[in-house]
């Protein structure tokens, strides 16, 4: 069976790269562009791994992995934080995400930062 990752990504530009990116390296993915659909997705199914951006027109993607940790059903899903701006001493000082990568990302190390997470 497929490992699922759920990006929540409001640039669909980025959002299609990093979905191509996942399919061609087999993982199933759900792509959704705002926190709305993010957490519908959420209530029907627990993915494998979650990919953040940090700005969204409906919400804060730190808020959003705070949650995640802080619940007991979803604090153990590994969570990648990406972020165009280079603050990341400051979003990992409010965020508990096992990774943080910076925006534009190599495509070949964003794909192994996401293995390292998830066992195939």
């Known amino acids: ?15 299609d790269v990093i979905e191509f990116l996942l399919t061609e390296e087999l993982y199933e993915v759900k792509a959704c562009p705002n926190t709305k659909d993010f957490w519908l997705q959420m209530s029907n199914h627990k993915p494998d791994m979650i990919i953040l951006d940090i700005m969204l027109p409906d919400g804060n993607g730190i808020d959003i992995c705070t949650a995640l940790k802080q619940n007991a059903k979803t604090y153990d899903i590994p969570v990648m934080m990406m972020s165009a701006n280079n603050h990341l001493n400051h979003v990992k000082s409010k965020c508990t995400a096992e990774d943080f990568i910076n925006k534009p990302f190599d495509l070949n190390d964003f794909a192994y930062r996401v293995a390292r997470y998830i066992h195939n």
């Open 1 to 15: 069976m497929k490992k699922c990752i759920y990006i929540l990504e409001d640039n669909p530009a980025i959002r």
